[in-house]
Each structure stands twice: as C-alpha cells, then as structure tokens.
C-alpha cells in the first residue's frame, strides 16, 4: 500500500498526459468526417456518418495520389542514398581511433548547428547552379546531405559497441573490409540503421520549406506537403475536408513507424539473444 501510495502521483501524470493525446487525436479523426457547421456546433460530438465524402474530394482536389508517389520517391531514394554514405563513414570512424577522426566526428556533429532556413538561399543558388531548380532530382541529392549528422553519430555510437573480436574472428576466415561491414557490422547494428530510418523518414516526408522552393507548386512534381495546403484556397477553407486531407497523409507515415517499430524490437531482442 505504502509502495501504490508513493507511485499515484506518477499515474495521475502520466493519464493525464494520455489524455492529452488521446483527446486532440480524437477530435482529428472525428472532423475528417463532418462538415464545416457539425465542427463548429458540436467539436467533440461523435460524426453523424463514416461517409468517405471528404476523403474522396480531398484526394481529387489536391491530386494528393500523385503527390503521395512523388513524395514516396523522394523520401525512399533519399533513405537509400543517406544509408550508403552514412553506413560506411560511421564503420570508418568507429574503427579509427586516431586525433584525424576525432576531428571528422566533430564536423559531422557541428551539423546540428546549422539552422534550417540558414541554408534556404545558398541551397537555392547550388539548385540553380546546377540546373536541377525545380527538380526532385535535387532534393534526393539534398536531403541526404541534412541526414548525414545525425546518422553517421547515431551509427557510429552502435558500431563501437560491437566487440573488436568480432572482427577480429571474421578476419582469420579471410574477410575482407567490405566484407567484415556487410556480415559483421551491418547486421549487429540493425537497431541503429531502423532508427536512423525512422528518424530520416519522418524528416524527409514532412519536409515542406525546401520542397516549397526547390521543387515548386507544379502538380507534376510537388510533394504531399506541398500539394495539402492547396485544399485551403480551393475548397474555400473546408476544414473537414483539409484535415481529412492530411489524415491521407498521415498513413503512410503510421504505416512506415510500425513497421520499423516491429523491426527494431526484432532485433533488439536477436542481439539480446546472440550475447547470451
């Protein structure tokens, strides 16, 4: 009793907090399936009909279908390009031990001061530069460049926990560097990479600035981001509509994190396993 006593306050805390998030989340649901005067009469009041009605006009008036695959391209080619240079840099410097890498870890970790709007203009310029303006070629280029901070701490952090004689062992079979990061590294580091994935995913799907500037408002091309305020001039700020715009939106992205959820447990637990 002493023990329950001395915990409720931590209970009352943390449902209050539950509620904090269960209550807003409700409300977005609810207004997807109700019209202007049912959201302004009676906010929390259940919907009246599961009709898919403002699904249906927000996924035709905003083109949201073409805009989810073109922010799925850039999002998964980005990902892809962001594991290739981030993996092989944090296998170098977790391996290194030397002043030289000290110093390279430091660069990558000054990332992290760099505001976001501070690299809009130069970013425009290199765009223009380069003749990729208005291009999603250029933000699969860009974005991994953003990620690369924070991956390549987050990696190196999981690959100086893997025992030297792992690597050790795999060379007297005559492996090879790559061979020792591919058998070795890489599959004892799986919960660092899905973090990593997870993280850059939510980044690179909600990214709205850069794609805004660099990419454009042209349909073709634009991302989802861009593409969901369009619903608030068009449909002549039809809120059920817009938030039933951005739950669309929001499913792949619950889609992606139980996946990687369920993939970091997975190996969390494996690795758990091999060190007994």
């Avoid at 890489?186 to 600035?209: D, H, K, Q, R, S």
């Avoid at 500037?213 to 349909?219: A, E, N, R």
Wanted: glycine content about 6%; aromatic content about 12%; hydrophobic content about 55%.
């Amino acid at each position: 009793m002493k023990l329950g006593k001395r915990w409720l306050p931590a209970h009352i805390l943390v449902w209050t907090y539950a509620v904090l998030l269960v209550v807003p989340l409700y409300y977005f649901l609810a207004s997807a399936f109700k019209s202007n005067d049912e959201i302004f009469a009676h906010p929390f009041a259940p919907p009246s009909s599961l009709g898919l009605g403002n699904f249906r006009t927000a996924f035709e008036s905003a083109d949201l279908g073409l805009a989810v695959v073109n922010s799925a391209l850039v999002t998964v080619f980005s990902l892809a390009l962001t594991l290739l240079l981030a993996i092989p840099a944090s296998f170098a410097l977790a391996r290194s031990t030397g002043r030289l890498a000290g110093v390279v870890e430091k660069v990558f970790s000054l990332g992290f001061l760099i505001p976001t709007f501070a690299a809009l203009f130069p970013t425009f310029l290199l765009a223009a530069a380069t003749g990729l303006f208005h291009t999603r070629i250029f933000m699969v280029l860009f974005l991994p460049a953003t990620a690369l901070p924070l991956s390549v701490v987050i990696l190196v952090q999981f690959m100086r926990t893997i025992p030297p004689e792992m690597e050790e062992a795999a060379r007297l079979d005559g492996a090879s560097t790559f061979a020792v990061l591919r058998h070795v590294y890489t599959p004892m580091c799986l919960p660092g990479i899905a973090t990593v994935l997870l993280l850059n995913f939510l980044t690179f799907w909600n990214e709205y600035l850069y794609s805004l500037v660099i990419i454009g408002p042209d349909p073709a091309q634009r991302t989802v981001q861009v593409a969901l305020p369009t619903l608030k001039s068009i449909t002549g700020t039809d809120y059920g509509v817009l938030t039933a715009g951005t739950v669309l939106t929001l499913v792949p992205v619950w889609l992606v994190y139980t996946l990687l959820q369920k993939r970091m447990q997975q190996a969390l637990v494996s690795g758990a396993a091999r060190g007994r």
